[in-house]
């Protein structure tokens, strides 16, 4: 089976615009979750979908949000970017998202806001 | 809500030597607990977890970790470390609400030869 899939693996951005990221889940995972990896602040949760709906997400302004697809695929999309957004931003599934399932990550996409 | 710590920021051991990252937890319910390991530029691997059962638990690469309730821990132990082991290293605490994780700051680990 194939990973988790993140796409792009780097970004450069410059302030004010916006940015979407794309996450391919391990066939069959249905849950996917993101999260925000900076130096600072470590690995904070950004939010959860599963089949399709937001089931969770952590303290994050509107400007962070996501959607998930049929086929279990999501994107995060950030508008308005500042300085502080970037970071190293991780995507994770698993198959039915109980709270003591393994999460499987991607590696990752690097976002550079100029 | 819930929150981990993890008091060692940076950790160096000699190769072969034992090792213990430390992992305190706070959640007022049995948690859910994890080890995962993080290698530069690449994305986490779970190493183990725990959430109920036998309070000592064997994970992947040698690495295992037990739960002490009274002490609210859940500390990563391994008995000899090898140069491959040099990453970082997060605990990680869920909730019964889904997938909403909470990560230690993480402790990163340096193998001297």
């Known amino acids: 089976k194939a990973g988790v899939t993140q796409t792009p693996r780097y970004l450069i951005k410059t302030r004010g615009q916006q940015v979407t990221l794309s996450c391919s889940p391990i066939?069959?995972?249905?849950?996917v979750s993101w999260y925000q990896q900076t130096p600072g602040q470590g690995l904070q949760f950004l939010f959860e979908?599963?089949?399709?709906?937001?089931?969770n997400k952590g303290n994050f302004p509107g400007r962070f949000s996501g959607r998930q697809f049929s086929n279990s695929r999501s994107e995060m999309n950030v508008s308005t970017l500042e300085l502080g957004d970037s970071a190293l931003y991780l995507c994770?599934?698993?198959?039915?998202?109980?709270?003591?399932?393994?999460?499987?990550f991607g590696s990752g996409t690097q976002l550079s806001v100029l | 809500a819930q929150s981990v710590t993890q008091p060692d920021i940076h950790i160096t051991v000699s190769e072969g030597a034992s090792l213990e990252l430390r992992c305190n937890y706070s959640?007022?319910?049995?948690?859910?607990l994890f080890w995962y390991v993080q290698s530069p530029g690449q994305g986490l691997q779970l190493l183990l977890k725990?959430?109920?059962?036998?309070?000592l638990v064997q994970g992947i690469k040698g690495f295992e970790a037990e739960f002490k309730r009274s002490q609210s821990s859940f500390n990563l132990r391994k008995p000899s470390v090898h140069w491959s082991d040099a990453a970082e290293y997060f605990c990680?605490?869920?909730?019964?609400?889904?997938?909403?994780?909470?990560f230690g700051p993480g402790t990163r680990l340096s193998v001297l030869p």
């Open positions: 994770a599934s698993s198959s039915s998202g109980n709270p003591n399932e393994k999460l499987f």
């Open positions: 066939s069959g995972h249905r849950s």
């Open positions: 979908y599963f089949s399709e709906t937001q089931r």
């Open positions: 959640y007022g319910a049995t948690p859910y």
């Open positions: 725990y959430f109920s059962g036998d309070t």
């Open positions: 990680a605490v869920g909730a019964d609400n889904g997938q909403n994780f909470v």
